[in-house]
Nanobody, 121 residues
C-alpha cells in the first residue's frame, strides 16, 4: 500500500505561483511513476504532469512552460511548481502513484485526497 498526502493548495490571483507537495509513505520505491492530475467541477480528471523512475518528465500541453514536476527521492516527496497561474487552472489537484507507466491517463492505483487550487482573475 502507498499513502499520498497533498498540500500547498490555496487561493491566488492570476499570474501568481503556488507549489504543491505530495508526501508519499508506505510501500514506495524509486521504481514508481508519480503524477499530478486535476479535476474541475463538471469536468473529467486531467493529467497535468508525470515523472518516472529515471526522472524523465512529461507535462500536459495545457500547462507546458508554466508548470514543472519534480521529486525528492530521499524524502519521498513529489512537487508541482505552478507559475503564471490562470483562472482555468482552478481545480482540485491530486497526486497519484503506480508501478505501471500510465502516463497522463488517470489509471493509477494510488491517489491522494487532493488539494484545492483557486485562481481568481
Amino acid at each position: 500500500q502507498v499513502q499520498l498526502v497533498e498540500s500547498g493548495g490555496g487561493s491566488v490571483q492570476a499570474g501568481g505561483s503556488l507549489r504543491l507537495s505530495c508526501a508519499a509513505s508506505g510501500r514506495t520505491d524509486n521504481s514508481y511513476y508519480m503524477a499530478w492530475f486535476r479535476q474541475a467541477p463538471g469536468k473529467e480528471r486531467e493529467g497535468v504532469a508525470v515523472v518516472d523512475h529515471d526522472d524523465t518528465t512529461t507535462v500536459a500541453d495545457s500547462v507546458k512552460g508554466r508548470f514543472a514536476i519534480s521529486k525528492d527521492t530521499a524524502n519521498n516527496t513529489l512537487y508541482l511548481q505552478m507559475n503564471s497561474l490562470k483562472p482555468e487552472d482552478t481545480a482540485m489537484y491530486y497526486c497519484a502513484a503506480d508501478s505501471i507507466d500510465w502516463g497522463l491517463t488517470p489509471q493509477y492505483n494510488y491517489w491522494g485526497q487532493g488539494t484545492q487550487v483557486t485562481v481568481s482573475s
